[in-house]
């Protein structure tokens, strides 16, 4: 079973910034998507960022647009998401996921890294 592990949470004050990094243990199946999910407390996990393999091709929530960034480096098999401006309602729940058709829902998962942001 493919596995993605994240890395790089933490807490940060309002206005902070944080590198989140994705990596994966077995190489060995195809994704077209790379994402990035969170989910709070008492609401729904939504979609944060994504990109697509090939091309490069990003999405970002609307809540995410001009503050996040999403890369991956195809050299390590390491997907990066680059946050700046955090505001407290950015604390979640962060998770990488990958998708070999891009589908909702994704097909493999991490197990998740915190972000908090304190006012």
């Known amino acids: 079973q493919a596995q993605l592990v994240e890395s790089g949470g933490g807490s940060v004050q309002a206005g902070g910034s944080l590198r989140l990094s994705c990596t994966r243990s077995?190489?060995?199946?195809?994704?077209?998507?790379m994402a990035w999910f969170r989910q709070a407390p008492g609401k729904e996990r939504e979609a944060v960022a994504i990109?697509?393999?090939?091309?490069?091709?990003?999405y970002y929530a609307d809540s995410a647009k001009g503050r996040f960034t999403i890369s991956l480096d195809n050299t390590t098999d390491t997907l990066n998401l680059e946050m700046s401006g955090l505001k407290p309602e950015d604390t979640a729940m962060y998770y990488c996921?990958?998708?070999?058709?891009?589908?909702?829902?994704?097909?493999?998962w991490g197990q998740g890294t915190q972000v908090t942001v304190s006012s």
């Open positions: 077995e190489s060995t199946y195809y994704r077209a998507c």
């Open positions: 990109i697509a393999t090939v091309g490069s091709k990003t």
């Open positions: 996921a990958a998708d070999p058709n891009c589908l909702v829902p994704y097909q493999f």
